[in-house]
């Protein structure tokens, strides 16, 4: 499975960017993963009458593509220890084929102690910035 070492680190590395596509077949996929069927997650008429700008895609759902780029980077998915974020914005899932993408970056900014590193995560949609303070500390091989 690949992965990054912990020797082929430090702090500063950055973590090149991954677009994770986000279409409403996911929503409704994630939603019976999750059990959450809030309507504002696959109803574009409720959605805009709490005055969201159309459906959206569940935090949860951002915060794990978020873990997702991490897994992947580290080659493993159990890599992941630590993982908080604020939601800022909202992903809007367009009606059509294509969705929404989301970009999702880091960066190392320590090197924690035995294999461990900390790293800070950039998740951004329609060139919003759909998380903040995001934060996760990644075992590497």
Known sequence: MGGTSYTQVQAGTEIPPR????????????????????????????????????????????????????????????????????????????????GATVEVAGTVREILDGDRVSVEITARSADAKVLTRAHAVVRLA
């Not at 279409?23 to 005055?51: C, M, P, Q």
């Open 19 to 98: 677009q994770y596509p986000v279409t409403r077949l996911d929503l409704v996929k994630y939603a019976g993963a999750s059990g959450d069927f809030n309507t504002i997650h696959w109803n574009e008429r409720i959605a805009k009458s709490v005055g969201l700008p159309d459906v959206i895609a569940h935090g949860m759902l951002t915060m794990a593509l978020a873990g997702v780029f991490l897994a992947e980077w580290a080659g493993d998915p159990g890599a992941v220890t630590e993982l908080g974020v604020r939601f800022s914005a909202p992903v809007v899932v367009p009606d059509d084929d294509k």
